[in-house]
Nanobody
Framework: QVDLVESGGGSVQAGGTLRLSCEAS????????MGWYRQAPGKQRELVAH???????QYGDSVKGRSAISRDNAKNMVYLQMNSLNPEDTGIYYC??????????????WGKGTLVTVSS
């Protein structure tokens, strides 16, 4: 069983910064990839950023150039630094972890989410 617990959400003014953290109960290094997704009101969940076990990153188009994802395998943590926030960044941010393949498939884990509200 893997638990992902997000923290760092909250309310921020447009132009501000936020740092989200996610702590995994298992060994982060055993995950194929870890990342962040978000869901704005009335919209589908979308990729914000993810990082694989080799440190290769990928970002959603809406956050490229103003976000940075990182992970600390020793602490089982993944972080998301977001800068130049705007109201369109408002949503629930979910931590995601993709496990290594097992006979039944590829495990996919989700945190419960943390709310980010950006006001203009």
């Amino acid at each position: 069983q893997v638990d992902l617990v997000e923290s760092g959400g909250g309310s921020v003014q447009a132009g501000g910064t936020l740092r989200l953290s996610c702590e995994a109960s298992g060994s982060a290094f055993s995950f194929k990839a870890m990342g962040w997704y978000r869901q704005a009101p009335g919209k589908q969940r979308e990729l914000v950023a993810h990082i694989n076990k080799d440190g290769i990153t990928q970002y959603g188009d809406s956050v490229k150039g103003r976000s940075a994802i990182s992970r600390d395998n020793a602490k089982n943590m993944v972080y998301l630094q977001m800068n130049s926030l705007n109201p369109e960044d408002t949503g629930i941010y979910y931590c995601n972890a993709v496990g290594l393949p097992i006979p039944s498939g590829v495990p996919n884990y989700w945190g419960k989410g943390t709310l980010v509200t950006v006001s203009s």
